[in-house]
């Protein structure tokens, strides 16, 4: 999958070990959004002139924690990480330590900037801020984990959701300038604040999700 550009072993290990995993969790935090977020993170790391192999592992333990509570998964995520003694093979204590940290740091939600280049990388690939993939990865979580809520109580924590976390006010935070996120939020938050148009594509959406 992205063995041109991190190291052949390592991603065998990975894609072998621990990107399967992911198929048990929702579609908003499944396979295609685990590798779309190494994918990002790559690319990312490369522009930076960072440790590729370092943003590929980050990325691909950054929401192994959804197997348990969502509220604490980036901690789980990190614990994981730290603790597969097959990484020793590639990586030494410090860089281990790094990579947990940035797996950690990587919700939307943080406080605090991420404490490093690698935390920044996964921040910044995790925000998939094209417009479509919001919406409808918004959707099918409210769908996968809210199944007693009807259309209109599904819209309305689909609205808040894009208030609180994506609009104007929003907590979300971009942590590499002139990225193509930056731009991306840009149109995200002119389509939140159209009411009838957010109206108009949430219902085509639960329609082709429900």
Do not use: C
Not at 158 to 176: A, C, T
């Amino acid at each position: 999958m992205i063995g041109n550009t991190a190291s052949l072993d390592l991603v065998e290990y990975v894609e072998t070990n621990i990107l399967p995993q992911y198929a048990a969790f929702d579609k908003a935090h499944g396979l295609a959004h685990v590798t779309r977020v190494a994918r990002r993170s790559l690319e990312l790391a490369s522009a930076i002139g960072a440790d590729l192999d370092m943003a590929y592992v980050v990325a691909a333990y950054h929401d192994l924690g959804m197997s348990g509570p969502r509220a604490v998964h980036h901690i789980t995520s990190g614990r994981l990480l730290a603790r597969d003694a097959r990484l020793r093979k590639w990586f030494s204590a410090e860089q281990i330590k790094i990579m947990k940290e940035a797996v950690e740091d990587h919700r939307a939600s943080a406080s605090h900037s991420p404490r490093s280049i690698y935390g920044k990388i996964v921040a910044e690939a995790d925000r998939d801020l094209d417009p479509e993939v919001v919406f409808r990865r918004a959707v099918q979580y409210g769908l996968a984990n809210y199944p007693q809520l009807d259309r209109e109580r599904q819209w309305q924590r689909f609205r808040e959701h894009m208030d609180n976390k994506y609009s104007v006010h929003g907590y979300i935070k971009l942590w590499i300038p002139g990225s193509d996120n930056e731009r991306k939020l840009g149109e995200l938050r002119s389509h939140i604040a159209d009411a009838p148009r957010l109206r108009a594509t949430f219902d085509r959406i639960y329609d082709e999700e429900a």
